[in-house]
């Protein structure tokens, strides 16, 4: 009786134990999916860049006398400085788990400070710097700092296949701060809706007004479409700005993408209208050729680039060699705007500009 009595005992406290290992362990499992990672990544790029028919030097000799002139570059963001030179660090600290999570995003160089322009010299550093909290597999919200949702090209040049930047890019938002919700209604369509500060005041608001932000998104194997909108008063005028933007790509073969932004921009009279298109065809595994052809019109009272009513044509042919996590860009590109804008070696002055840049990004 005894011996049947600790047979029944051991074999209970046998189950015990191993249900009790498997409750452990799933719990260890489950804490582990929901534990959140830390992650470190980001990018350092420089380059060359010169000009075929433009002034490539910041001093000349004008009547004997030493005068400091301005290059001449392309009126697009970054990449516009004469000679070797160099982009940006880009640092990006995620803490990231299945429900919360955050990023810290901060670039240290030129590039970096002309993409947080409107932050405090001391903080100019700061490119995002936001918290997420995932609801459920429909429903994400973001608080804080972010990237635009608008437009093809984004700051950090890992992500470009271009290394210098369209005007679309360039005079359209770069980051937001303020609460987005980002929707999933399947497993193709999404949509976002946010309130935020004026465009670029990503510290904190000036001027106590808002602007709203609106995506409807399409996405499948072979690529994806975006539908975006702004509006809202940036400045303490009540002239609110309305952007309209598509932006959407498209594998066609195993080899050849092809991409399209259109965008338009309208503050009371202000603004612009463009449309590039982004043919990319992969040669081998290492390299590939792209394209941006980009038309740009200002506003016949309101042009703020070249000038009223001027309209800028811009080819830019990149070369992209991969190497590792190295990327070497050997890029050819020539502007011709309707007004005589750049200034060449004579100091005369021409409608067009055809330059070279050599970049070379690494990415991490």
Known sequence: MKAITFSKLKYLFLFSLIMSTFTTSAQEEEEEEETPKFSLSGSVDAYFRTNFNGLNKSEVIVGGDQVSMTPAAPATSFANDPGFAFGMANLIAAYEGDKVGFVADLVFGPRGEDAVFLSAPANNIVNQLYVYYQVNDALRFTFGNFNTFLGYEVISPAANFNYSTSYMFSYGPFSHTGLKADFSFDENWTGMLA?????????????????????????????????????????????????????????????????????????????????????QVSLSESFGLGLRAEYFKESEDGGFVYGDDTSTTAFTLTGNYTVGSLMIKPELRLDSVSEDVFLTDNLDMTDNLASFVLAAVYAF
């Open 195 to 279: 309130v935020m500060n004026p465009t670029d005041y990503t510290e904190f608001n000036p001027i106590g007004k808002y602007s709203f932000g609106a995506q409807l998104g399409y996405s499948n194997d072979s690529g994806s479409a975006y539908l975006n909108l702004l509006y809202g008063e940036q400045s303490l005028s009540d002239e609110a700005l309305f952007q309209i933007d598509l932006t959407t790509g498209w594998n066609l073969t195993e080899t050849f993408y092809l991409g399209l932004n259109t965008t338009y921009q309208d503050t009371d009279g202000t603004g612009f209208y463009g449309a590039a298109i982004y043919p």
